[in-house]
């Protein structure tokens, strides 16, 4: 084996890091590798991984800002995370502070097992959450279609860090281009094949980002997306 390329997150990343320090690695991840142990540093990272990170994590605020934006009067929005992820405290703790700037009340609801979702959305519909922003997490990404049902069910406007819940009938996401990411990762397998080391690659940021709006959900919802957020979406679903 020449290379590993680890999409998967952190946890893959610290998984393929702990099973080799001699094949080189590319992972893409949300979070900050040198805060994760994976490189010494962003321009130096020594060893044997570089990668690419996303704005996975600082793009937390933001998605509870337009969830906000389209619903101004939602007192309390809830938040569906990953305890188990290595970026957990940090989303939670800018979603808090995103929250006390916007004057609402956040309800954080954990999930790291399938049957935790239901269990989440349940909580979600008891306590009456307005709308639903869930975290950058790759378990929460995997289901994406299940949870894109429930927000249907229970009729909540939700926002994801990733355009595939919009594109599974979620109502928005703003995110990275993970398109971008990916291409940006498979340049440096691709340098590291013709002969340089991963210790000499600088970790890049992906820093394209996209806002998508499925206006197919938000008919079914209800609601009116307004046209300021309408004239700054990069996509549009019908």
Known sequence: MDVIVTPGGTSAALAAKAATQKIPIVFELGT?????????????????????????????????????ELLPAADLIAVLVNPTNPAYDFQT???QIAAQAL?????????????????????????????????????????RDQIAGFTARYVIPAISAFREFAAASGLLSYHTDVQDAWRLAGNYA?????????????????????????MKTAKALGLTIPLTLLGRADEVIE
């Open 32 to 68: 900050d590798p040198v805060a994760a142990g994976l490189v010494r540093s962003l321009s130096r990272p020594g060893g044997n991984l570089t990668g690419i990170t996303i704005l996975a994590g600082e793009t937390t605020a933001k998605r509870l800002e337009l969830l906000h």
């Open 93 to 95: 703790r800018e979603m």
């Open 103 to 143: 004057g609402v009340r956040l309800l954080i609801l954990n999930a790291s097992d399938q049957s935790d979702i239901g269990a989440a959305f349940a909580t979600l519909a008891r306590e009456r959450a307005s709308a639903l922003a869930i975290g950058a997490d790759a378990f929460l990404f995997t289901h």
């Open 190 to 214: 691709g340098r590291i094949l013709k002969g340089e080391k991963p210790a000499d690659l600088p970790v890049q940021q992906a820093t394209k980002i996209q806002l998508v709006i499925n």
